[in-house]
């Protein structure tokens, strides 16, 4: 877990900053960020969105983010599926960062 935290914290927001417009899973990989960084998140619950991130942020996957339509497809498969696993740990305030983190407006219903 330590290594995944490690290269999340060095490597998220770096990629996320070139990638977040051409992704529509920037605001649930943000969310997925603030909630792994929660102190109130359970461990379990960290160590599955760290691996989720770390794979994100690895220039080396099984699909290339440069090949064209299908780069992003393997991250996004592994990012919901940790997010399907502990998405009663995503809570609105995570939401609300990742929004804001990523310049989007509020949410309906969000103050």
């Known amino acids: 877990m330590a290594r995944n935290e490690e290269t999340v914290r060095e490597g998220f927001w770096k990629k996320m900053t070139r990638v977040a417009g051409k992704i529509p899973f920037a605001e649930e990989a943000a969310a997925a960020w603030y909630c792994a960084r929660d102190p109130e998140t359970p461990m379990r619950v960290k160590a599955t969105l760290l691996a989720a991130l770390a ?33 009663s740990h995503m809570k ?5 960062a990742a929004r804001e983190a990523l310049g989007l407006p509020p949410a309906a219903g969000e103050k």
């Open 55 to 87: 794979y994100f942020v690895m220039p080396a996957d099984f699909i290339p983010d440069f090949v064209a339509v299908f780069g992003f497809t393997d991250d996004a498969t592994v990012l919901m599926a940790a997010l399907g696993l502990v998405s």
């Open 92 to 96: 609105p305030r995570h939401r609300k």
